[in-house]
Every structure is written in structure tokens, then in C-alpha cells.
């Protein structure tokens, strides 16, 4: 299985968008999302199989686009394309999500999708909490370093501080953050950043993702 075709979705901070489809001649197409472009707070690598027609198009091309000045063409189009059909097929993917606890504070949650673990590791002075109220941001906090990975419900280490994360399809895991006392009409969401290991078979690569959580009410 050799690569044929490589295009990358990229901008710079603060938005930071990182995507990158690799095709292979064996018509396998393996899409790697470090920073989404839409947003969502998930990161990862998917499959597609291409078909003949994209193919052809998408053999032999090599492009970075930058998502603030898209070159609208057929290459572009096509490997968009191609890029939201394998959405369809999660490979290892981590989701995250802000969390209010029971007994008061948030966390930082992950949960994996796929067929096989998501492995990466979070940047211990990257935690952000943004509090928001009526859909306004309000306040911003940068929270402390980062002393503990994501522990599962068993409990478990997980890892992702110190060490990768691997957390597996249908596993989750949680980070308590130390974080200013919030009242309870406010609602939560969180920046984080680290470093994902890609799916993909040759040169993996340990790059640099971003993400931030949904916000989450904070309620009783």
C-alpha cells in the first residue's frame, strides 16, 4: 500500500485547523483531524474507500489549503468530499467534553471511538476554562499545570499526562481541573491542547492538536 495523494486543511492560531487526507493506491483514503475544521471538539483518524472517479482526480496531488482563502476546484472539491465520507468510518478517535461534578468543579472528559485506541498526550499548561452566561462569554481562566492523566470509572490510569493516553472504543476517562468557584447559572466549556499520535500505516506522525468542549450548564 503506497501513497498517492496528500491535502492538508490548515490555518494559523488562533483558530488552528488541521486536517489531512491520505490516499493510497490500493483506493483506501485515511483522514487524520487534529484541529477540525467545523469545530468539533474531536480528534483522530478515519477511513474511506475511494472510488475510481476520485481517484483518478486525486492521484499524483500534493496541497496544502488554507481554510481562510479556500481555492475552490475540482481537486478541492473532491477531496472535501472524500474527506466527509470517511467521517462516516472512525478509526481512533477521542471526544471530549467538559463535565460538571457531583460534588462541585469540572473535568475534562475523553471518550474513544473506533476500532482501535486513540493515543495522545495533552499539554500540561495548555487548560482553559471559558464561563459563559446567556451564550456570552463572561470570563476566561488559564488553570493550573496538569499533575494527573484521565482515570476511568474502574478506576484506572489512562494516561495523557507524562505518558500517552490510549483510550479505547467505547472507553472514557476523566481529569479533575482545579478551577475558580463558578455560580450556578453559568455554563463551562474547555481549551486543551496536545500532541496526537495519527492511524496511519507509514511515517506516524506525533503533531500538535487543539480542541474546545461544548459548553455545559452548571446545575445542582
Known amino acids: ?23 493510497y493506491d490500493d483506493s483506501t483514503a485515511l483522514l487524520v483531524v487534529r484541529t477540525s475544521r467545523d469545530g ?21 496531488q ?9 481555492i475552490l476546484d475540482t481537486l478541492a472539491a473532491t477531496a472535501d468530499r472524500v474527506a466527509a465520507e470517511a467521517r462516516e468510518t472512525p478509526v481512533a478517535t477521542a ?8 460534588a462541585g468543579g469540572v473535568a475534562l472528559l475523553a471518550v474513544g471511538g473506533g476500532t482501535a485506541p486513540a493515543e495522545f498526550e495533552l499539554d500540561v499548561d495548555s487548560v482553559v476554562m471559558h464561563i459563559g452566561d446567556e451564550g456570552r462569554e463572561v470570563a476566561w481562566h488559564r488553570l493550573e499545570r496538569l499533575k494527573t ?5 474502574e478506576p484506572a490510569g489512562l494516561g495523557g ?32 491542547a ?11 506522525s506525533y503533531q500538535r492538536f487543539t480542541i474546545r468542549t461544548a459548553a455545559v450548564p452548571v446545575h445542582d
Do not use: C
Open 149 to 153: 492523566g484521565f482515570v476511568s470509572p
Open 40 to 60: 468539533s471538539p474531536v480528534i483522530g483518524t478515519w477511513r474511506t474507500t475511494v472510488a475510481a472517479e476520485d481517484l483518478a482526480i486525486l492521484e499524483g
Open 161 to 192: 499526562v507524562g505518558r500517552p493516553a490510549e483510550i479505547a472504543p467505547g472507553a472514557y476517562g476523566a481529569i479533575a481541573l482545579a478551577g475558580p468557584p463558578l455560580d450556578k447559572s453559568v455554563a463551562v466549556a474547555i481549551d486543551v
Open 62 to 70: 500534493r496541497r496544502n489549503i488554507d481554510v481562510r482563502h479556500p
Open 1 to 23: 500500500m503506497a501513497e498517492i495523494a496528500r491535502i492538508r486543511w490548515q490555518s494559523p492560531p488562533p483558530t488552528s485547523v488541521d486536517e489531512e487526507l491520505v490516499v
Open 95 to 102: 471526544t471530549f467534553h467538559a463535565g460538571v461534578m457531583r
Open 194 to 204: 496536545g500532541y496526537l499520535r495519527d492511524g496511519l500505516p507509514e511515517h506516524t
